[in-house]
């Protein structure tokens, strides 16, 4: 294995849940749903505006605008990195390979994002709002391998979804599904293969 491919929300990005009111969890307890909502998959796709997202979220919710706003905004400032999926990025760079990004992400998440350390031991990033097409579509994961040169059978992509996994393992790339709610265990797993 040459390339390792990391997905970001629920992998290297997570909202730490001891800082989280429930009131927040639950409000986007729709993102944890196994068919990510369509309002929020054109979001990532980069084809509907955070304030078409956040008049969605009124419909939804019943809540005034101003409220929404603030939530959405607040689920992007409370982002940071999961400690145990950062170290093993700093380990895997070290012993040589190449780190790539695949996610689904929205630009105001992911700008956020790329201001973290970590982000920038990253060789090339495939990002969904950026490309207009998201997981598990194959041609997110046809750009990521003609962009970097990745041979499939070299690589190794890590997502917490298991229809992401499938859809890379149809394009001949190895599939790691990472336990988003394990992640200590999940890298301990990775490191064993990997490292």
Aim: aromatic share 10%; charged share 30%; glycine share 6%.
């Amino acid at each position: 294995m040459k390339n390792i491919v990391f997905d970001l929300g629920g992998v290297l990005f997570a909202r730490d849940k001891h800082k989280c009111e429930p009131e927040l969890l639950e409000f986007f307890s729709f993102l944890r749903a196994p068919q990510m909502p369509r309002f929020w998959e054109e979001y990532d796709r980069g084809t509907s505006t955070l304030d078409e997202v956040t008049h969605t979220l009124v419909d939804m919710t019943g809540q005034p605008y101003g409220k929404c706003a603030e939530v959405l905004q607040h689920a992007i400032d409370l982002q940071e990195p999961i400690r145990a999926t950062e170290l093993l990025i700093a380990d895997l760079k070290r012993a040589g390979y190449k780190l790539y990004v695949l996610s689904n992400m929205s630009r105001e998440f992911i700008d956020f994002l790329r201001r973290y350390p970590v982000y920038g031991l990253f060789d090339g990033e495939v990002v969904s709002c950026e490309e207009h097409t998201v997981k598990p579509e194959p041609r997110i994961y046809e750009i990521l391998l003609e962009r970097y040169g990745l041979a499939p059978s070299e690589t190794l992509f890590i997502d917490d979804r298991e229809a992401n996994i499938e859809a890379a393992e149809r394009k001949g790339i190895h599939g790691f599904l990472f336990a988003h709610n394990d992640p200590e265990g999940a890298c301990a797993e990775l490191r064993r293969r990997l490292l």
